[in-house]
């Protein structure tokens, strides 16, 4: 996600930072590669632990955005004549905590999140794409008419993002018992056999993350603001 104080266009966004989560347990490490590491046939709990982190963060890397985490943002958007929605900047967006009428003056009036017409003002229409739609039409343009605060991020990472972070701590768990000369020559093999079946899975899983990478959301006519 971008940093504090990130700008796009006419955007204001303040942004706290973000807790960095590890993507899978040392649970789902055993479960996929079969072993007890506590069994002392490969690295300790504590390391694979240390695996974990470091993969999970890895794969932030790799994506350009954290997987899994969800972080408050204060984001400030223009309003256009007969405008009717906006963009959040950091998507998804897992709920509005409110959005405030900014006067003049400074003055800020709460707006009403409710998708009926008779007692609401806007709900949120597209999670994914961060799409806050409204149930009037705006008079006129102004800068910085709105303040949104809301909140963004996924709480659990994506199906593959755990896969490839399981894959990648198995890899190199593999990696660290083949050269520890302690191992015993059996072991050595399961770790190797176990090596080279993991390495094409998670080539594969890593490419086709990559065409998940995050785009961005494009709106047209002359009733939104993004």
């Known amino acids: 996600m971008p940093s504090s104080g990130f700008s796009m266009g006419p955007l204001i966004i303040g942004e706290e930072s973000q807790t960095a989560l590890d993507y899978c347990t040392l649970a789902d490490v055993e479960a996929y590669a079969g072993v007890d590491f506590s069994a002392g046939i490969g690295p300790t709990d504590s390391q694979i632990a240390t ?127 083949l050269n520890d000369e302690n191992c015993l020559d059996r072991i050595k093999d399961m770790w190797m056999n176990l090596q080279s079946s993991v390495q094409s899975e998670l080539d594969f899983i890593l490419r086709e993350l990559a065409k998940e990478k995050l785009v961005g959301v494009a709106t047209f006519g002359n009733s939104g603001a993004y």
């Open 51 to 177: 695996l974990i982190s470091n993969a999970s963060r890895f794969i932030d890397a790799y994506l350009g955005a954290q997987q899994a985490g969800t972080v408050t943002v204060e984001e400030w958007f223009d309003t256009t004549f007969f405008g009717q929605h906006i963009v959040c900047g950091i998507r998804p967006v897992q709920s509005i905590t409110s959005i405030q009428e900014v006067k003049g003056d400074l003055v800020e009036t709460a707006l009403v999140q409710s998708r009926s017409r008779d007692d609401g003002d806007y709900w949120l229409g597209d999670s994914d794409a961060g799409i806050i739609r409204f149930n009037m039409k705006f008079g006129e343009t102004l800068n910085n008419r709105l303040k949104v605060t809301y909140i963004a991020g996924n709480t659990a990472p994506p199906a593959m993002v755990k896969l490839a972070t399981i894959l990648m701590v198995v890899r190199n768990a593999s990696r660290a018992a």
